[in-house]
Nanobody
Framework: QVQLRESGGGLVQAGEALSLSCAAS????????MGWYRQAPGQQRELVAL???????NYADSVKGRFTISRDNAKNTVYLQMHSLKPEDTAVYYC?????????????????WGQGTQVSVSS
């Protein structure tokens, strides 16, 4: 069973920085893509940033230049460094791992979500 455990998050003031991390555990053979999504109250879940196992990244326009996603493949961990936070960044942030292969089923790929961590930015 693969699990994603997020850490970080909290309450900060506008302009401040915050970091999130997410570690995938289980009998993991490989993970194609890891990323972060967020969901604000009354809004749909949206992509924040993605990173492939080769290091290619993709960011939402709203966070480009402020957020940086990185990944440690050996630890199956993805990080999100957030700078110059704005009140509109307030949301529950979810970690996602896609294209996960386990040692027992290397011919199959699955997707997993973390439980979410709250990020609140006050003005």
């Amino acid at each position: 069973q693969v699990q994603l455990r997020e850490s970080g998050g909290g309450l900060v003031q506008a302009g401040e920085a915050l970091s999130l991390s997410c570690a995938a555990s289980g009998s993991i053979f490989s993970i194609d893509t890891m990323g972060w999504y967020r969901q604000a109250p009354g809004q749909q879940r949206e992509l924040v940033a993605l990173i492939t196992n080769g290091g290619s990244t993709n960011y939402a326009d709203s966070v480009k230049g402020r957020f940086t996603i990185s990944r440690d493949n050996a630890k199956n961990t993805v990080y999100l460094q957030m700078h110059s936070l704005k009140p509109e960044d307030t949301a529950v942030y979810y970690c996602n791992a896609d294209g996960v292969r386990t040692w027992a089923q290397r011919d199959k790929r699955y997707g997993y979500w973390g439980q979410g961590t709250q990020v609140s930015v006050s003005s």
